[in-house]
């Protein structure tokens, strides 16, 4: 069983909430594990929208990386828990890239969640220039290490890691399985020099131009748990082809 996590981003509206609790109890018997990511107003009609589909999770995009108080616009991990949310992305490359996120922030972000019992889901990933500059480990590495130095509980079951290279995302052009594979197997090294062997565990998903065609052997390759979906994960046709 793998986990597939739709990302939808800024889209979405109540018609498609409403097509996809059509289809819900085609989801409800995947064989896989979906965490559903709909922007903050279509929380509430996605949860009822699969009421009687327990299997069927909805997490949120964002996280506030403070507790509470005067932070205009936040939204704070004590609302997304008491919302009854499973999950929260974090650090995703868009909030990175366009409102500053630094692996500072995406740790407290990630330590807010797990302080009120949800599963961060922290996006880690480097960019062209990274990869083509030699520099994609190091920048995992340090992506990472932040998270450990900020004593982010790096345990299954507490935190879910997804590897997006920022050249992926929403370009059509996927990682290879191969590429996906060896990425991954470097994490879980890393991982595992920062907590003890036996917690090292941690489920990582791939993301970034997973499609319909593509997402079989991306999740037949080795060490990939899932796959977080952007763009393939709003049709409703091609997320039900993949979520078999
Ligand atoms: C994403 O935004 O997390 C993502 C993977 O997008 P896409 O699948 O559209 O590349």
């Excluded at 609790?21 to 896989?32: G, I, L, N, P, V």
């Excluded at 499609?211 to 080795?222: G, V």
């Amino acid at each position: 069983m793998a986990i597939l996590a739709a990302n939808w981003k800024m889209n979405g509206s109540l018609a498609l909430v409403q097509a996809f609790a059509e289809t819900k109890m085609h989801f409800a018997h995947s064989a896989h594990e979906l965490l559903f990511f709909p922007p903050f107003p279509l929380i509430q009609a996605l949860q009822q929208a699969f009421e009687g589909a327990p299997s069927l999770q909805v997490g949120a995009q964002n996280v506030s990386q403070y507790e509470a108080g005067a932070y205009t616009g936040e939204v704070s991990a004590a609302m997304l828990a008491e919302q009854g949310l499973s999950h929260v992305l974090v650090g995703h490359s868009e909030r990175r890239l366009y409102f500053g996120e630094t692996n500072d922030i995406v740790a407290v972000k990630a330590l807010r969640a797990q302080a009120h019992g949800l599963v961060p889901v922290v996006c880690i990933g480097e960019s062209l220039a990274e990869r083509e500059s030699g520099q994609t480990f190091r920048v995992l590495n340090a992506q990472v290490q932040a998270l450990a130095e900020a004593e982010v509980q790096l345990r299954d079951g507490l935190l879910l890691l997804a590897y997006e290279p920022v050249w992926a995302i929403g370009t059509g052009l996927a990682a290879s399985p191969a590429e996906i594979s060896q990425v991954h197997a470097h994490i879980h090294t890393c991982l595992a020099e920062l907590v003890d062997e036996s917690d090292s565990t941690i489920s990582i998903l791939y993301g970034g131009s997973v499609n319909a065609n593509n997402i079989e052997a991306i999740l037949a390759a080795p060490h990939v748990a899932g796959a977080l979906i952007g763009g393939a994960s709003l049709k409703v046709d091609e997320f039900s082809r993949m979520a078999v």
